[in-house]
Every structure is written in structure tokens, then in C-alpha cells.
């Protein structure tokens, strides 16, 4: 089984047309939808209602595994901090870094240390540049707590240290993902400029920011069914 896990934007593709499923897990119960042998995961719920550091990320994972999902492409709209992704652009994650102090793993009660030096996989990051040719490849990810922005001292920082977009969920959930051995691919388009790299943190039009994902939604799909 495969899945695509959605963010901001995903929420107006026809997939939500489809009757949400739910399975249940020991932390907790989870939404899907399923088309074609696809499932999507709402990151944030239907209505993207949960905010970022109120997902319940070990809930979404589990949900994923016991429907016997072995491949993902993960979707995040993020900030740029450097040129690599610049705003209104797309890129493909290779790496990342958590400073979104939030812990969470599936391996609390028990010691196990989780290899992330490959964390997402590269046949299916391949496919997805395949699919998504203006996509930047390469990406590091940033994963910050949120709900807030970062502060202009923050993102210098993150940049300085080889940062390239940021995002509050991704870190979590590659954490997870590589936790439970499901293979990974990260997509991202940004939806703004990281906060002083440009003058003002300036966002596209709601439109703008749904015309994105949905590229990026079809270019998973894509490259999920090759
Ligand atoms: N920072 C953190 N998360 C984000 C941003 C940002 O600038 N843009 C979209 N998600």
C-alpha cells in the first residue's frame, strides 16, 4: 500500500471527494481517504483543523502501518531560507534537522536508535523529480515547533548551518516514518520567504498556494504508481 501524507493546500484536491475512512490505533484514531489503491493523509485533519504541534504525528504513523503502507511521499509547504527553493518554487528533500524539541518517538519504553543518515529514499525521490522537473533536489529540511514564525535571528542561524527551507511538521514525521521502516520521499514548495531574508514575510493568494500543492499532489501520485 502507498500513501501520500498532505498539508496546507491539499485539502481542495478531488481525493476529499472520496468517504473518509477512519482506523483506529493505541494513540489514537485516524482520518483517511483512498482512491485507486492510494491512500491520503490529511497531516492536519480534515479542515485542516490540528495545528502543527498538536498533530498527533504517532497516531498518523501507526495508521499508515497497520494499513500496510510501505512507501510515502510527504508534502509540505515551507519557508525558503536560501536560494536553493526560493519562493513559489519546489524542491526535494535529502536531508534534515529537528529543532522542534518535541521528542517524540515510538521507541520511548525501549532502547532503539533509528539510522536517519539516509532518511528519505532516493528511488522515489528520483521518481518524483521524474514527475516534478523544476523541483530543486537536495533539500535540507528545518523542522521548527511552531505555532509561531521564526525570528529573523533564527532563520540566519538555520541558514548558517546548511538549512534550506523550514517547516513545522517534517522533522517529526520523518523521525516516525524512518522508526516504522517506511521508505520516504519529501516534497516541498514555498509559500513564503523564511522571516528576514526578504524585506517582509509576504504570502501568495489562497489560489496561489492550492495551484501548488496540487502540482505537487499529481507529481506523488505520479510517482507513486510508476
Ligand atoms: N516557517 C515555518 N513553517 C512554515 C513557514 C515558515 O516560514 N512557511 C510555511 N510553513
New binding site residues.
Partial sequence: MKAIIGG?GIDKSEYFEAQAKTVSTPFGDVEYMEKDGIILLPRHSKGHSVP?HRINYLANIEALSKLGVDSVVAI?????ITEKVPFLSYGILSDYMDFSGRNITFFSERVKHTDVSNPYDRELSKKLKKYLPEAAEDVVYVC?N?PR??TKAE?RAYGMLGGDV???TGGTEITLLREKGIRTAGVVY??????GVRKD?EFPSDEKVEEMSLVVFNAALSALKD
Avoid: H, K, R
Fill in positions: 496546507t502543527p509540505y509547504a515551507v519557508g525558503s521548527t511552531g514564525f521564526e532563520v523550514v517547516g513545522m514555498s509559500i513564503n520567504w523564511g522571516t514575510i
